[in-house]
């Protein structure tokens, strides 16, 4: 992934990724990218705590503001502005740059090392603040690299492959256990974020997962591997459902977080309605942001039999419906796709303009300066 960090006309020409012009506007994204993911936590915490997704879908999010934080800190006070953002299509950062902070947290040792420490780089800032006309800037570019490789934490970061959790559930079946597998990637094509719920069986025969042996690393390796590059829901339950004959999965959901159109995040066509419209009816940090819900579920088994399978193997049969477009494109039982924007901005949408018509199908979240108004 060494590939040159175009500016904003640049990507405008080519589609790849982008630059922001100055400090300040970094500053503003900082700022926006912390309202927004505010905003889907405020919307999850309003939603029932009973729904596994919804419940581990809230630490994801938290892992994903505090790496948006990371970022900020990293390049505030970097003069080549490095960041790699992508406004053509998502709006969120380029996967190149949650990338680059997994080979940090991979060099931290060396960070930290490169730099003094953070106590020390404050004195050296007073003294220069206390002289008057004195140059901060190396100071402060120091202390936020300082900063940042103290902050590296795997546990607390949103890397590439993020594992939720792994839960036995209750059941009375006797030649399977029954799971709750989470997890999330950063889509290295889409540039976003993306959340999953796994629930399966594992034959009795097997050892169990929580023992974490073989079983639970290859399983694990199939997910990530499988995940990475965000296939259609029905492509990735297959990969899973062929990793292993004692794996059956029975339902998973992803829900995609994004794109984001704002004036500052948008330079492609497809979100200049919407930002004309925040620009009109909007604050400064006011969004709108799309959220994408898609389910598929097993009805069944079957027994396959092939040259290499003796026996058979047992594999799952998921639903896809004939009679929805949407869910049946993309390989799923249900496509659910919601927009969460200002609730005034929602009020002066013309339903019948042609930007609006690959929207009209999807559910409203709105918002004011008091809360999220409506949930659904």
């Known amino acids: 992934m060494n590939r040159e960090i175009k500016t904003i006309d640049e990507q405008r020409l080519c589609g790849d990724f982008a630059q922001l012009e100055n400090p300040d506007e970094y500053s503003k994204y900082f700022i926006l990218m912390t309202v927004v993911l505010g905003r889907v936590l405020e919307w999850i915490g309003v939603r029932s705590s ?14 994903l503001l505090y790496t948006i934080v990371l970022l900020k800190i990293k390049y505030s006070f970097n003069s ?6 992508d406004l053509n299509e998502s709006g969120f950062p380029h996967a190149i740059s949650i990338f680059q902070t997994v080979n940090d947290l991979n060099r931290k040792v060396d960070l930290a090392r490169n730099v003094a420490g953070v106590e020390t780089l404050k004195n050296i800032l007073v003294d220069k603040l206390l002289t008057t006309g004195a140059d901060t800037t190396e100071v402060l570019s120091d202390l936020s690299k300082s900063e940042y490789a103290n902050l590296l934490d795997e546990s607390r970061m949103f890397l590439p492959f993020t594992m939720g959790g792994l839960e036995r559930l209750d059941s009375d079946d006797k030649e399977h256990r029954r799971y709750i597998f989470t997890w999330a990637v950063y889509g290295e094509i889409c540039n976003m974020p993306y959340f999953h719920s796994l629930v399966f069986e594992q034959d009795s025969s097997r050892e169990p997962l929580e023992d974490g042996g073989d079983d639970w690393k290859q399983f694990v390796d199939t997910v990530s591997f499988s995940s990475k590059h965000v296939p259609q829901i029905g492509v990735l339950i297959h990969q899973i459902d062929d990793h292993s004959n004692s794996i059956h999965p029975k339902f998973l959901e992803r829900i995609q977080i994004g794109p984001l159109f704002t004036p500052l995040t948008s330079v492609s066509e497809s979100g200049a309605d919407f930002c004309e419209l925040l620009r009109k009816y909007g604050g400064e940090n006011d969004f709108v942001l799309e959220l994408r819900s898609e389910k598929i579920i097993s009805t069944g088994s079957k027994v396959t039999s092939g040259v290499f399978s003796r026996g058979g193997r047992v594999r799952e049969v998921f639903f896809i419906p004939n009679d929805d477009r949407i869910a049946y494109e993309n390989r799923a039982t249900s496509v659910v796709r919601k927009l969460m924007l200002p ?7 013309n339903r019948t303009a042609e930007y609006f018509s690959p929207y009209k199908q999807h559910q409203t979240i709105t918002y004011t300066q008091k809360g999220v108004l409506n949930v659904n």
Not at 50 to 63: A, E
Not at 80 to 85: N, P, R, Y
Not at 343 to 349: F, G, M, S, T, Y
């Open 50 to 63: 009973t729904d596994h997704v919804v419940r581990d879908l809230k630490p994801m999010i938290d892992r």
């Open 80 to 85: 080549s502005h490095e960041l790699a953002l």
């Open 343 to 349: 609730h005034r901005v929602l009020q002066n949408i």
